[in-house]
């Protein structure tokens, strides 16, 4: 074996041939790389495909979100134009990093394959940095309490990146504050973080719950104060929209019997005295979500245009109203009054997982 | 015709890819400390199995950084960068597989063996791209979304990854069973 490669070493190749061998591999190296020129060509093509798919993405989401800036929405300071002209950068160096990789000699369709993933990365990345919200936000809650209890419990919703590990621990109107009920918190920090207080979660953000207690003063106190706001456990405050009341007994006292039967629209009474009904009452931050349909006396129907409209004792009365999606907790009484009262109808609603609409909802009240 | 003693270096470098190899089916993730631990075993393994190859390679230069991306782990907070991380690791041991694929194709071709590791290591690349590139959605992703990709690249890869265990499995019993005959005859 030895010898056979001694000799084989021992071969001398005349200095003309070796030069013309040399040229011939140098012009097979040239004829190699102009057929399969192609394949940059093809992935500079894809990748700017790609790449302008992003930016109608980006733009259209761009359309979706303009809002005014308020003083409870803080808007991103970074636009997603700047995010994407970074990222298109960033793709046109993967594209230039991959054609040096293949004529380097690295495994073409693996070169070509990594830089597909490291644009798919690139662009994943700025969808994901165009989503994020500057700042938590809190939805808005309507909430009555009825005044006969003697602690008064409510839920107020935060929306927060799912990257974002803070918590609110408490809430602030005046010198008022009441301690969040602590859930707990779980310390799982990879990729599947789920906080426990979650109660909807979307691709970048989670709604999460902070749930309060209070007595008839801290809640009276509440009801009187301009400002109140969740403070974070990093001590960041974030402004929220309350409108509670209580409902006060006396408001209510119509004789009737039994709410039963009805569903989340419609309430149905029994009447146990006269009365005469002449107007709707819905609170004003409702007005826009929620809307009266007709009240039906003995199956025949009455708008508010009919008020006002007496209904004897004895009669069967359903009161019908119509709800459309708003961005804010809703537990709150609404109603057909008059002289004598009020036939109440509860509306128990939780906003939908839906930004702009909760946006929409602060900036009305703001 | 290779030596006794080359064999044998290419038994040791087997045995200690056959252990990196066992040591990637082991999911730590979930524990981040105990994921340091594994990662940097599964390098020291490569590497061991690396000093036993004389020729040039590249997987120094690869695990070189898969280290720099475990210590640049410890940063990772957010969805955002946990993505990049775990997409940039998995590509990275991806590349340092590869190239052990092309040691391996090398030693089938010393040993006179009816060579499969290109086909394998082929199909090895071709369904930890797909997990990857499909693992860049993660950060956009519903909760039930990142579980669902994460439970079946995970399964993927596991599966390519003891396909290829049993590939170094039949391999080294070849080269035993040549040595065998070597030393019989």
Same mark, same amino acid.
């Given at each position: ?158 929306? @927060?990146? !799912?990257?974002?590990?803070?918590? $609110? %621990?408490?809430? #602030?109107?005046?010198?008022? &504050?009441? +301690? ?122 009455? @708008?508010? !245009?009919?008020?006002?409209?007496? $209904? %004897?004792?004895? #009669?069967?009365?359903?009161? &019908?109203? +119509? ?44 | ?185």
């Amino acid at each position: 074996m030895n010898d056979f490669k001694k000799q084989l070493d021992r071969i001398d190749i005349p200095k003309s041939l070796h030069k013309r061998s040399l040229k011939g591999i140098k012009r097979a190296k040239n004829e190699q790389q102009k057929h399969k020129r192609w394949m940059p060509k093809i992935l500079t093509v894809t990748v700017t495909i790609a790449a302008g798919g992003f930016i109608a993405l980006g733009v259209g989401k761009q359309d979706t979100r303009q809002q005014q800036s308020s003083s409870l929405l803080d808007e991103s300071l970074s636009s997603p134009i700047v995010h994407w002209c970074i990222a298109i950068f960033l793709m046109i160096m993967t594209i230039l990093v991959v054609i040096i990789a293949i004529r380097k000699g690295i495994d073409k369709k693996l070169s070509i394959a990594m830089g597909f993933i490291m644009t798919l990365l690139l662009g994943n990345s700025t969808v994901y940095l165009q989503n994020q919200l500057p700042k938590p936000i809190t939805v808005p809650l309507v909430q009555d309490f009825f005044y006969s209890n003697e602690n008064f419990d409510f839920t107020i919703h935060y929306i @927060t990146n !799912k990257s974002d590990r803070r918590f $609110v %621990k408490y809430l #602030q109107a005046d010198n008022l &504050t009441l +301690q969040a009920k602590y859930y707990g918190n779980s310390e799982n920090k990879g990729i599947s973080y789920y906080p426990v207080d979650v109660t909807n979660d979307s691709s970048h953000q989670f709604m999460r719950a902070a749930y309060f207690v209070g007595n008839r003063e801290e809640i009276q106190t509440l009801i009187n104060s301009k400002e109140v706001f969740l403070v974070l456990d990093d001590g960041e405050k974030l402004p929220t929209l309350l409108q509670m009341d209580f409902d006060h007994p006396e408001k209510v006292q119509v004789d009737f019997l039994g709410t039963s039967g009805g569903n989340d629209e419609m309430a149905i009474f029994v009447m146990m005295q006269d009365v005469v009904l002449d107007a709707v009452n819905i609170p004003e931050v409702l007005k826009h979500s929620v809307s009266f349909t007709d009240i039906k006396v003995n199956e025949i129907a009455y @708008t508010e !245009k009919d008020f006002p409209i007496a $209904v %004897k004792k004895g #009669q069967r009365v359903i009161i &019908t109203f +119509q709800t459309s999606e708003a961005g804010m907790d809703v537990r709150a009484k609404v109603g057909v009054s008059g002289r004598d009262g009020m036939l109440p109808k509860w509306i128990n609603r939780e906003a939908s997982f839906n930004i702009p609409k909760i946006r929409e909802e602060i900036e009305r009240h703001d | 015709m290779i030596n006794f003693a080359e064999k044998q270096r290419q038994l040791n470098l087997l045995k200690w890819l056959t252990i990196a190899l066992s040591l990637k089916l082991v999911f730590l993730n979930v524990y981040p400390y105990a994921f340091y631990v594994q990662q940097l075993l599964i390098y020291l393994a490569f590497m061991k199995s690396l000093s036993y190859f004389k020729g040039q390679s590249l997987v120094k230069k690869y695990i070189f950084i898969g280290i720099i991306l475990l210590i640049a782990n410890i940063v990772a907070s957010n969805l955002l960068s946990i993505t990049w991380h775990l997409v940039l690791t998995v590509s990275v041991d991806l590349l340092i597989i590869l190239e052990f694929g092309k040691i391996l194709v090398e030693i089938e071709r010393q040993n006179n063996l009816l060579g499969s590791t290109a086909r394998i290591m082929k199909q090895y690349m071709w369904i930890v791209l797909c997990v990857t590139a499909s693992w860049t959605f993660l950060m956009n992703s519903e909760y039930d979304v990142i579980v669902s990709l994460l439970i079946v690249g995970a399964v993927l890869i596991f599966i390519v990854n003891v396909r290829l265990l049993f590939h170094l499995r039949s391999l080294k019993k070849n080269i035993k069973s040549k040595m065998r005959v070597v030393m019989n005859s």
